[in-house]
């Protein structure tokens, strides 16, 4: 479920160049922050216009416990590939060449090849966005379309259409897992060890929970965003003046937003209260869906939305505050996001001395069989430290 083929040429040269397979996954994934945090305002910076806004976003979209909290997984750490695909999505839109083509296709290609999961959430957001901009009248001619969408499905086929055929026959189906479905209260829940929060918000989230559920963004993010999400209906259902400007790319922003708001609505899991969910559907009806085991991740691409929407509040706040208050109103704003979600970075320290890992012995024996031991059974408490170790 998690190939991570995409991240094996960047580890592997770092793992060629120092002989040091450690010194390669630390370069990975600091390479990995780096590129979300410059999609993430990439995307800010044309959807709202402004290089202040954009630090807003990739802060936001960049910083929160979800992130913290999955060091330890480096496929998860390819979320900065969503906020890139909107990017080449909407220029692919605007400028319909075929080398934007090229480049959305390749960005579906490495997304897919490191974390089918994302992929799939980003496609399915992604198509709902260009549902959105066709229905608010925004996409270009259909036949002016023709030529990055076409150098798109090229790109990407040629890679995932033999890539999909192996994994048909090495995939299976998973049963529903609900504790790992998204909760109301887990945007409440920072990660392990928060430095600001500690357990002040225990009462209220979903500490003690099984399962994935830090979500928290901050307190100061989440109000900001519920004030850009009231700026964005309002602007629906008003005049398409204030409190909405430009440069804000209104339709795209509506896009991004829609496909955060479905890919949430599949977050909530097969039975949220209670209730069948739509994952249910997709689990049953859409390739790919039937292997995902945590609904809850799907929240990555929500996040890339719920930052622009608070880039979008801040914004606002800061027609009205005045041009010199502006940056400094950004930079306060993404000091306090940080400060909310801070806390210690999980790491481990490596024996010195020789070493050798289990995958270079086992390469040097006959081929044939091998049982990990001892087997642990996931009613037998903590079994991924065990069985994985």
Do not use: K
Not at 235 to 262: Q, T, Y
């Amino acid at each position: 479920s998690d190939p991570m083929l995409s991240l094996a040429p960047v580890f592997g040269l770092v793992d060629w160049v120092t002989g040091d397979a450690i010194v390669a996954l630390n370069v990975v994934m600091f390479a990995l922050f780096v590129l979300a945090l410059a999609s993430a305002h990439a995307l800010g910076r044309r959807i709202l216009g402004r290089g202040d806004l954009a630090l807003v976003v990739a802060v936001v979209a960049c910083c929160n416990s979800y992130v913290f909290g999955q060091q330890n997984h480096p496929q998860l750490q390819t979320f900065g590939f969503v906020s890139l695909g909107f990017v080449v999505l909407f220029r692919a839109i605007e400028h319909r060449r075929g080398r934007d083509g090229v480049a959305l296709g390749a960005v579906a290609v490495v997304l897919a090849l490191a974390n089918p999961l994302y992929a799939l959430i980003w496609g399915l957001a992604a198509a709902t966005g260009v549902v959105v901009l066709a229905l608010r009248r925004a996409l270009p001619p259909l036949a002016s379309l023709v030529r990055p969408a076409a150098a798109a499905a090229a790109t990407a086929a040629v890679v995932l259409v033999p890539v999909g055929l192996v994994f048909l026959d090495v995939t299976v189906a998973r049963p529903y897992e609900p504790a790992n479905s998204l909760l109301a209260t887990d945007v409440l829940t920072p990660q392990r060890d928060n430095w600001l929060w500690g357990t002040a918000l225990d009462g209220v989230n979903s500490v003690g929970e099984p399962g994935e559920h830090a979500y928290f963004p901050g307190l100061l993010a989440l109000l900001l965003g519920a004030v850009g999400l009231a700026l964005l209906v309002r602007h629906w259902r008003g005049p398409a003046g204030p409190p909405v400007e430009a440069p804000v790319r209104i339709d795209e922003l509506w896009a991004v937003v829609a496909g955060g708001a479905v890919a949430l609505v599949l977050a909530v899991g097969p039975s949220p209260g209670g209730l069948p969910g739509p994952f249910r559907l997709f689990h049953r009806y859409v390739p790919g869906f039937d292997g995902v085991r945590v609904t809850s991740r799907f929240t990555v691409v929500t996040f890339v939305a719920a930052a622009l929407l608070v880039g979008l509040a801040v914004g606002w706040l800061g027609r009205r505050l005045g041009p010199g208050a502006r940056p400094w109103l950004a930079v306060a704003v993404a000091a306090v996001v940080v400060v909310e979600v801070a806390g210690p970075m999980r790491r481990v320290d490596v024996p010195e001395g020789d070493r050798l890992l289990v995958y270079e012995r086992l390469a040097e024996l006959p081929a044939g069989a091998v049982v990990e031991l001892p087997i642990r059974a996931p009613s037998e408490g903590a079994v991924w430290p065990f069985t994985e170790a």
